[in-house]
């Protein structure tokens, strides 16, 4: 057995080495390495065979791995999992090569990891940051039971197009909420110490722009305006770098003629200057062979260099800089610097996370239950967003449960299950066996379910929409679970059409036309466009995203009333697809309306305004708001409000504070998120709820991306329920 360089002089002086300040002790490291190791810090492959079993005869691609990671070629994998696999592949780096540098192990820890909590978008609709970040933190703790150490999560990518599929990954449309959301999720992740060995290295993605792909296309360039980089995609960037972030990830898309991946001006301006992240910087897979196909790098060794110039540390799955950095660091002292720097700042991130002391350091712990978590998750993501006073079901009321996902154990799981094992969800049906009447409907979908494959609707086949509707016609309520399939929403999973498949709508029309009381539960991974005959023939409406591995038991506490209706929408619904990009946080227009004229921004053949707006969320209660004052304060102003729960139940609501300017000089958006804040009132108490507003907070960056305060003009501050609804204070500032 040989052991490594590193190991064998770090273990006799391990105890006097760790008084040491990280960055001395990186410096003796680099010290003893060579430019061909120093390049190997800087390749990511993906997990490339089954590193407990035996080699795979006769495969010159496997072997060629094999021998770069014996020789120090590999400085982190991802796609490895299981204690098993990570310690025998940690072994081979350990103590097979020269200098014994462990690896670490990425693996894209979505929302959760072999136990599923709710998609992103569906956990923003909580408005809960507390349960975020235990969320967050869960998914951490099974993880790091199994090995690895480093998530390729959050996204923070604003989006305003739900025909994107990646919306689901994110936190939705607005930067303050997504800033929020990214520090909950970055704390949760990554605790108080990375050396914990049940915390992950979280991994801001993807910088920067990605989720404005042009019409809604993956992997598409993207278009803004440099106003809108400065307001809208960057700010949630900067809050998990200020939270810690140990690592960011490139986008795959390009904008201004230049791919994010060799964007120097927007990396060293923007990540590493203004907002001083000095952690790792990965690629997205493939990333930096893909710019010769955006045709911007005229070859691998080309876009090697330019990734490099961009400050890209880690090379994942392109090949380009273990096949070209010792020739440019050779050829060019600059790029020598950049691949030195490249791994100070990988190797500082292993002695973070304590794997240069302990190699095996997440490959000990037992994986705990997270269920319990996840469960919370999915109750307090739902949203109802329509009900006639059916919900919550009552004792006693007959209940037909019928809809292509209601018995569904996969596609309710979401996109992003590489870990979970398939099946794996608890059904709604399942949840509700022995107290309501579940009749399988048409299938939404048929053939292969795959992660990388297109799914294939049902198109034709009704028959059984029909048996089901007979056989529940003697039930006092229908609830039909209906929607999207986890792969039909996610990476590469872009939609032109938002509506619901035309086979549940037939079963939604027939279960309409029984005169029943419909409940709708919708599962989704964006947001959808209910046509208005959907819409107005549902006595009730819940928004279930995709819930994950304990959906079933969490929908059905909510449906029944055990649970509250929780969530508020992270993002605008469109009545239709024309009105994409829709949010709520545009601008004015040189001729707003409505005028009794043609001549006034508008459409002719629907409404500007959407089918269910940003913030929005029914309770079981109601509450009425009253009496807001804006007071001066030592940061800004503080605006209270009394809210008063007008109801026969308990509830919560998000109180949420917008504000508009105008007459500063630049344009600025109608209404915009500052502040929110839950509050939960027994039936006909209330209470005085203060949110403060920083006169910082209205600052904002023009085109050239320097900061303007808002000096003069006039503000406004409207609290309220939700983006279109709220008491409404205005000031002139002098």
Same mark, same amino acid.
């Given at each position: 057995m040989r052991f490594g360089t590193f190991l064998f002089l770090a273990l006799p002086l391990a105890a006097a080495a760790q008084t040491k300040p990280v960055a001395a002790r990186v410096d003796s490291v680099l010290a003893l390495m060579t430019l061909?190791?120093?390049?190997?810090?800087?390749?990511?492959?993906?997990?490339?065979?089954?590193?407990?079993?035996?080699?795979?005869?006769?495969?010159?691609?496997?072997?060629?791995?094999?021998a770069a990671l014996k020789r120090g070629g590999v400085g982190s994998v991802l796609n490895v999992a299981g204690v098993d696999?990570?310690?025998?592949?940690?072994?081979?780096?350990v103590e097979e090569t020269r200098m014994g540098i462990p690896l670490i192990f990425g693996l894209d820890v979505i929302h959760g990891y072999q136990t599923l909590t709710p998609i992103p978008l569906a956990e923003a609709a909580s408005w809960d940051l507390e349960a975020i970040k235990n969320s967050a933190r869960a998914a951490a703790r099974e993880?790091?039971?199994?090995?690895?150490n480093w998530t390729f999560a959050p996204m923070v990518d604003i989006s305003r197009d739900p025909r994107w599929g990646r919306v689901m990954?994110?936190?939705?449309?607005?930067?303050f909420l997504g800033s929020r959301i990214a520090e909950a999720r970055v704390r949760g992740f990554q605790g108080a110490n990375l050396s914990d060995p049940t915390t992950l290295a979280a991994c801001l993605k993807h910088f920067a722009g990605y989720g404005f792909a042009v019409a809604g296309r993956d992997y598409h360039t993207t278009d803004y305006s440099a106003h809108t980089l400065y307001n809208w995609i960057l700010p949630p960037f900067e809050a998990g770098v200020k939270a810690g972030a140990a690592t960011v990830m490139n986008a795959f898309s390009a904008a201004n003629g230049i791919p994010a991946t060799g964007d120097s001006a927007l990396v060293w301006g923007e990540l590493r200057g203004r907002m001083g992240f000095d952690g790792v910087l990965v690629s997205d897979w493939g990333s930096i062979g893909e710019m010769t196909a955006h045709g911007y790098a005229a070859d691998l060794r080309d876009a090697a260099d330019r990734a490099l110039a961009a400050g890209c540390d880690i090379d994942m799955e392109s090949d380009a800089y273990l096949r070209y950095g010792v020739e440019l660091a050779r050829r060019n002292p600059t790029d020598s610097v950049r691949i030195r720097e490249a791994a100070r700042r990988i190797l500082t991130l292993k002695f973070e996370l304590g794997v240069m002391d302990d190699p095996y350091r997440y490959c000990g712990a037992t994986k705990p239950d997270v269920r319990p978590d996840a469960y919370e998750m999915a109750v307090k993501s739902s949203v109802l967003l329509k009900n006639s006073g059916v919900l919550p079901l009552a004792a006693g009321v007959h209940v037909g449960l019928t809809g292509p996902l209601a018995a569904e154990k996969n596609g309710v799981l979401g996109n992003w299950r590489v870990s979970a094992k398939d099946q794996s969800a608890q059904s709604l049906a399942e949840a509700v066996a022995g107290q309501w009447t579940y009749v399988a409907s048409s299938p939404h979908s048929v053939g292969?379910?795959?992660?990388?494959?297109?799914l294939t609707l049902n198109q034709t086949d009704t028959r059984a929409n029909d048996v089901a509707l007979k056989a529940l016609r003697k039930h006092d309520v229908l609830v039909l679970a209906v929607g999207e399939h986890g792969n039909e929403s996610g990476e590469g999973r872009s939609r032109t059409s938002l509506r619901i498949s035309a086979v549940q709508q037939d079963l939604i029309r027939k279960a309409y036309a029984t005169g029943k009381q419909v409940v709708l539960v919708v599962y989704a991974g964006r947001p959808l466009v209910l046509e208005p005959w959907i819409r107005d023939g549902a006595a009730a409406i819940l928004w279930a995203w995709?819930?994950?591995?304990?959906? $079933? =038991?969490?929908?059905?506490?909510?449906?029944?009333?055990?649970? +509250? #209706?929780?969530?508020r929408l992270p993002m605008t619904f469109p009545r239709s697809e024309g009105q994409i990009p829709l949010s709520y946080d545009g601008y004015s227009t040189g001729r707003p309306g409505p005028k009794p004229e043609v001549f006034w921004s508008h459409y002719t053949d629907e409404s500007n305004t959407p089918a269910y707006p940003f913030g929005f969320g029914l309770s079981y209660t109601s509450f009425e708001y009253r009496d807001l004052v804006v007071t001066p304060s030592a940061q800004g102003w503080t605006a209270s409000v009394t809210v008063r729960n007008t109801g026969t139940r308990a509830g919560s609501d998000v109180v949420q504070l917008y504000v508009g300017r105008q007459g500063n000089g630049q344009l600025y958006p109608v209404?915009?998120?500052?502040?929110?804040?839950?509050?939960?009132?027994?039936? $006909? =108490?209330?209470?005085?709820?203060?949110?403060?507003?920083?006169? +910082? #907070?209205l600052t904002q960056r023009d085109g050239q991306g320097r900061n303007v305060l808002f000096a003069h003009g006039t503000l406004t501050v409207t609290v309220g329920p939700h983006s279109q609804d709220g008491l409404t204070w205005t000031t002139q500032m002098p």
């Open positions: 061909e190791e120093l390049v190997g810090q800087t390749n990511q492959y993906n997990g490339f065979w089954n590193a407990t079993g035996p080699m795979p005869a006769g495969n010159e691609w496997v072997a060629a791995r094999v696999e990570v310690r025998a592949l940690q072994k081979v780096a993880a790091t039971a199994d090995g690895i990954e994110g936190a939705g449309e607005d930067p292969q379910e795959a992660f990388h494959a297109e995709q819930p994950g591995t304990m959906g $079933g =038991s969490a929908l059905a506490d909510v449906l029944t009333g055990r649970r +509250e #209706a929780y969530g209404k915009a998120l500052k502040g929110f804040k839950r509050l939960t009132l027994e039936p $006909g =108490s209330e209470a005085r709820v203060s949110i403060e507003l920083p006169l +910082e #907070a």
